[in-house]
């Protein structure tokens, strides 16, 4: 099992930058990779950005060059930098983290909001 908790979201205005952060518990030596998620309203759920355990990265096409994802050590915390922020980024952002054969994990989320 592996409990997660995100923080750091809030409300800033266009332009803005955001670092959001995800705390993660259990059985943090067998992640694979993890990620962060974004769910607008009215809107599905969608892929930002993953980090592989060999620090491989990949993002959306809709943020890169504004978001980087990094982690700790020991996938203990990872973080999303979100820079340039745009409205369209207005969305509640998941952490998510993958155990091969196990499963995945999602935490609770947290709120951005990008005002014009």
């Known amino acids: 099992q592996v409990q997660l908790e995100e923080s750091g979201g809030g409300l800033v205005q266009a332009g803005g930058s955001l670092r959001l952060s995800c705390a993660a518990s259990g059985s943090i030596f067998s992640i694979n990779f993890m990620g962060w998620y974004r769910q607008a309203p009215g809107k599905q759920r969608e892929l930002v950005a993953t980090?592989?355990?060999?620090?491989?990265?990949d993002y959306a096409d809709s943020v890169k060059g504004r978001f980087t994802i990094s982690r700790g050590d020991h996938w203990n915390t990872v973080y999303l930098q979100m820079n340039s922020l745009e409205p369209e980024d207005t969305a509640v952002y998941y952490c998510?983290?993958?155990?091969?054969?196990?499963?995945?994990?999602w935490g609770q989320g947290t709120q951005v909001t990008v005002s014009s």
């Open positions: 980090i592989t355990s060999t620090g491989s990265t």
């Open positions: 998510n983290a993958h155990i091969n054969a196990r499963g995945t994990y």
